[in-house]
């Protein structure tokens, strides 16, 4: 059984779940009836757990039944794939459109890699069919891109220099950015930036990251 974004149920859920995973029994909906179910379960969450175990969100007792086997998965923008994951969307939306695109302009590509992504896999499947739906090809221009996607090249030709005529809040924002760039995992963020993992995942999502 397959549980996506277990970090986001509420109390009540959680403590179903718990008593379902010592036990294997369950009840259904309206019905008084004690049933087992002997399945394996896998979770995914983009939570920190260990964060919202801290702050009372999230049952530490539930992640210790959950925390068996852990795949941290990295986020788009820490992959050095994403290139191919975006040319065969290109040629499966071009086929559903009718479309024909040869590929993306240089600019296009490098755009694409400087996008942070925060809505990951889902955001790229998105960007690129909206642009076989609206692109004229054959080849993918930097235009064509959705505008927050196209922003992220104009960002990276401005990096932020220390001395700069701008706001320490900027300065941070730019090195968290950097940080959580370089790094493999939330933890090992935190760590390279000396604050608590929870801090650092409410500046993460207040950035978009």
């Known amino acids: 059984m397959f549980l996506d974004e277990v970090g986001a149920l509420p109390p009540v859920l959680q403590l179903k779940l718990l008593r379902f995973l010592q036990d294997q029994n369950f009840e259904r909906v309206s019905e008084a009836v004690n049933r087992s179910a002997d399945v394996r379960i896998m979770a995914a969450t983009s939570h920190d757990l260990e964060a919202a175990v801290a702050s009372g969100a999230f049952r530490q007792d539930l992640l210790y039944r959950l925390h068996v086997i ?11 794939d994403l ?3 975006a040319d065969p969307f290109l040629a499966f939306f071009a086929r559903q459109t009718g479309s024909r695109f040869t590929g993306y302009s240089p600019e296009a590509r ?4 400087q996008h942070t992504w925060p809505g990951n896999l889902c955001e ?7 642009i076989a739906i609206l692109g004229t090809g054959p080849e993918v221009k930097l235009a064509a891109l959705p505008e927050r996607i196209g922003q992220a090249l104009a960002r990276a030709d401005e990096p ?3 001395g700069r005529r701008v706001s320490l809040e900027a300065l941070e924002d730019e090195h968290v950015r950097r940080v959580l760039r370089n790094t493999s995992s939330l ?6 930036l000396k604050i608590n993992p929870s801090t650092l995942y409410r500046k993460r999502k207040r950035l978009g990251l």
Request: contains cysteine; proline residues 6%.
């Open 70 to 80: 852990e795949l941290t998965l990295p986020p788009l923008r820490h992959r050095c």
């Open 83 to 85: 290139c191919a994951l």
């Open 110 to 113: 490098e755009a694409l890699v």
């Open 124 to 130: 790229l499947r998105n960007a690129i069919e909206r």
């Open 160 to 162: 932020i220099e220390v």
């Open 187 to 192: 933890e090992e963020a935190a760590f390279v």
